[in-house]
C-alpha cells in the first residue's frame, strides 16, 4: 500500500513537472504551482494558453534616447533680486528673465544703502521693531515701522540692511530710509513669497 501510494504521487509530481517546464519553456511559470503542488492540470493548461496569447501580441514601442532632455526635468533657473537704487525699484528676476519688479525707498544720502552683492540671510514674519535711538520696542502689525515681514540682506557697521514693510507710504521711490529698503506692505508679501534664505541681492546705483 505504501509502495502504490508513494507510485501515484510521484507519477502526479511528475505530470506537474513537466506542465512547469512546459510554462517556462512558453515563458510563463504559475508561482502557485511551487507553492501548490494540488493545483488542477486544467487550470495550468488554461494559464499556458494565456501565456501564448500574451506571447503573440506585440511588445508596446518604447521612445528612443536620441534626445535625453525630453526625459530629464527641467532646471528651473534660480530667483535673485536686482536693486537699482537710482530707479528706486526692485526687480525679481529667474535667470535673465524679469518675473516682478516693486518700487522701493532706499536709503538717504547720510545713510546710503550699500551697493554690491549679497544673499538674503534672514525672513522675518510679523517682525517687532526697536527703535535704536529710545530702546522702545513696538508691537508687530502693518503699522510697525516694519510692515508685515522683514528680509534682511546685508550686514553693516551700523546695523542691519534689509527690505521691509512701512506704513510711510509716501516715502516710496525716495531716499528717505537709514538705509533699509521699504516697501509697501502687500508688495513686501509678494517678495517674501518669492525669495528664500540664500537668494542672491545685488544692489546697483
Known amino acids: 500500500m505504501v509502495l502504490g501510494r508513494s507510485f501515484k504521487l510521484s507519477s502526479k509530481l511528475n505530470s506537474l513537472m513537466l506542465l512547469a517546464v512546459g510554462s517556462v519553456m512558453l515563458g510563463f511559470l504559475p508561482v502557485a504551482l511551487a507553492a501548490t503542488p494540488a493545483i488542477a492540470p486544467h487550470r495550468l493548461a488554461s494559464a499556458s494558453v494565456v501565456a501564448v496569447r500574451l506571447l503573440d501580441q506585440a511588445p508596446p514601442e518604447l521612445p528612443g534616447l536620441s534626445d535625453p532632455d525630453l526625459f530629464l526635468p527641467t532646471e528651473q533657473a534660480a530667483t535673485h533680486l536686482v536693486l537699482r537704487l537710482g530707479q528706486r525699484r526692485v526687480f525679481v528676476q529667474q535667470g535673465e528673465q524679469m518675473v516682478a519688479s516693486y518700487p522701493v525707498a532706499i536709503g538717504k544720502q547720510t545713510t546710503p544703502t550699500p551697493t554690491g552683492e549679497f ?87
Open 119 to 205: 544673499a538674503v540671510f534672514e525672513m522675518v514674519e510679523n517682525p517687532v521693531w526697536q527703535s535704536p535711538w529710545t530702546g522702545e520696542v513696538r508691537s508687530p502689525g502693518a503699522d510697525s515701522a516694519l510692515g508685515l515681514r522683514w528680509i534682511g540682506f546685508a550686514h553693516m557697521p551700523n546695523g542691519v540692511i534689509g527690505f521691509h514693510g512701512t506704513p510711510t507710504v509716501s516715502s516710496i521711490g525716495r531716499a528717505a530710509s537709514n538705509g533699509c529698503v521699504r516697501m509697501r506692505n502687500e508688495d513686501v508679501l509678494a517678495l517674501f513669497n518669492l525669495v528664500q534664505v540664500g537668494t542672491v541681492v545685488r544692489v546697483e546705483p
